[in-house]
């Protein structure tokens, strides 16, 4: 994987708009596994309650933990597999929260060329995305 070390801010905004459409999620399940907090809402919590046939109260109690005031399903001490299965799917995968749903959009990963590099060694959807993009020039 290669560009320059001096690559252009606004070159790697255009690397990342590139990526980003060339994104394919190739089910590694990697970013689930990163360390980190998964929050959610109390409408996220409802609604993945009633999917796995739960009261409110008693998916909080099974699958929730408060961090920093906020309600997370994983935290780095707390089910840090999330609700990964192990064909790397989600269990409530069409009700994740929009964390999940936006990643690999997530301003932190496309900083600079560091934070992009590092996202393309972890997420195989990316460094697809990448290659097919290098092959293309
Ligand atoms: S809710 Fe599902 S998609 Fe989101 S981190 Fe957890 S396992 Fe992954």
Redesign the pocket.
């Known amino acids: 994987m290669t560009f320059p070390l001096n690559t252009p801010f606004e070159n790697l905004q255009e690397l990342k708009k590139q990526l980003l459409e060339k994104f394919e999620c190739q089910k590694s ?1 990697n ?2 596994r990163r360390e980190g907090m ?1 929050y959610v809402t109390i409408p996220d919590m409802q609604k993945m309650a009633t999917f796995l046939g739960l009261q409110l109260n008693a998916f909080i109690q099974q699958f929730c933990k408060r961090e920093n005031g906020w309600y997370v ?2 935290s780095p001490t707390h089910r840090p ?4 299965k192990d064909d790397n799917t ?4 069409a009700l ?2 929009k ?2 749903k936006d990643y690999p959009n997530w301003p932190e990963l496309w900083e600079n060329r560091e934070s992009i590099l590092a996202e393309l060694s972890m997420c195989p959807g990316l460094k697809k995305a990448f290659d097919r993009i290098s092959a293309s020039k």
Not at 81 to 84: D, M, P, R, S, W
């Open positions: 399940g970013c689930c998964v399903v994983a597999n999330c609700f990964l989600c269990s409530v995968y994740r929260p964390s999940c």
